[in-house]
């Protein structure tokens, strides 16, 4: 399903500077001081766009938005040329989203999405009002284990099963792990609007990001058969939808830009899956946004087919 990897660009680590992390590295959580530079089409850069949200950082953080195809041809954003090159001498790779830099020294402190991602929540988040705790005491465990549920057995999966072609029982294998894992998320969104309980948490931006790629990218190389069994799971898409109206979700939904750069970069053949979308996602943009006469600010999982197991909030 997913784009054809670059063939002559290196693998190389990312940028790991942490924020608050060191008292000698010089990478305070002072206000002012970063930027984000995000590409809203790329779904590590969502997560990072709603996570900013919810701990209402705009006065604190500004946030640099790029086009939703980058313009080099192994992903880059030239934009981010000279931060890169400022940052590692002649450097040979990608110039890729997300970035965090620091405008003291004009170069990039992070490029590690799931760091910055908590060092946004630890460094700035802190226990204002109308900011949710992303990593509440006990629940790291938890939010692994639903990171690890949606990268492998949600997004892998969903790209296995397109990409497996002929081979029907590649396909059969990758859907069953698919339906399954969606399935013990329906079971456990039945008895609560959020993952963890009746707050949001780094959780829910993880699996809300996931739903949106499996709905805008995944099911375009899948059979109609499969998406609608993937859509029969109401209370997981009643999720998706009230997060589509939160207006720490919806409002970076950029859905023209993410099939913009998924034309842009997949090799793989569409399927008759690409016809049978799964919500509305626009709409419950707008009706969110309709219900919200001004801004304001954003106010046991266990899967023993996979061995997931998230302990009870509280647990070491």
Do not use: K
């Not at 980058?70 to 790779?93: I, K, M, N, Q, V």
């Not at 405008?103 to 109308?130: K, M, N, Q």
């Not at 304001?296 to 998230?310: I, K, M, N, S, V």
């Amino acid at each position: 399903m997913p784009a054809a990897p670059p063939t002559t660009v290196p693998s190389l680590p990312p940028f790991r500077g942490r924020i608050g992390s060191d008292a000698n590295s010089g990478y305070h959580a002072v206000p002012h001081r970063y930027r984000l530079h995000l590409s809203l089409s790329c779904p590590h850069c969502l997560r990072i766009a709603i996570t900013h949200s919810l701990l209402a950082l705009d006065g604190v953080l500004p946030v640099v938005l790029l086009p939703a195809v980058p313009d080099e041809p192994d992903g880059g954003h030239s934009a981010l040329r000279p931060l890169y090159e400022a940052s590692a001498h002649r450097y040979p790779g990608p110039t890729a989203a997300p970035v965090l830099s620091d405008d003291w020294t004009g170069r990039i402190v992070s490029t590690h999405t799931p760091e910055i991602l908590r060092d946004l929540a630890r460094g700035f988040g802190g226990d204002g009002p109308g900011r949710p705790a992303l990593y509440p005491r006990g629940a790291e465990a938890q939010i692994d284990a639903v990171e690890r549920l949606c990268a492998h057995h949600i997004g892998r999966a969903a790209q296995h099963a397109g990409q497996a072609g002929t081979d029907a029982t590649a396909r059969r294998a990758a859907l069953a792990s698919l339906y399954r894992a969606l399935g013990s998320l329906e079971r456990r969104l039945a008895t609560r609007d959020f993952v963890l309980g009746d707050e949001p948490t780094a959780a829910d931006v993880r699996l809300w990001v996931t739903l949106v790629e499996l709905d805008g990218v995944h099911r375009r190389h899948l059979d109609a058969a499969a998406v609608h069994r993937i859509a029969d799971h109401p209370h997981v898409w009643a999720y998706a939808r009230r997060l589509a109206a939160h207006p720490a979700f919806g409002p970076h939904l950029d859905l023209e830009g993410i099939a913009r750069r998924h034309h842009a970069h997949c090799r793989g053949l569409e399927a008759a899956g690409e016809a049978v979308q799964i919500l509305d996602w626009a709409v419950h943009v707008a009706e969110g946004t309709a219900a919200r006469p001004a801004p304001a600010p954003p106010g046991d999982f266990t899967e023993p087919q996979y061995a997931l197991h998230l302990p009870p909030s509280g647990s070491a």
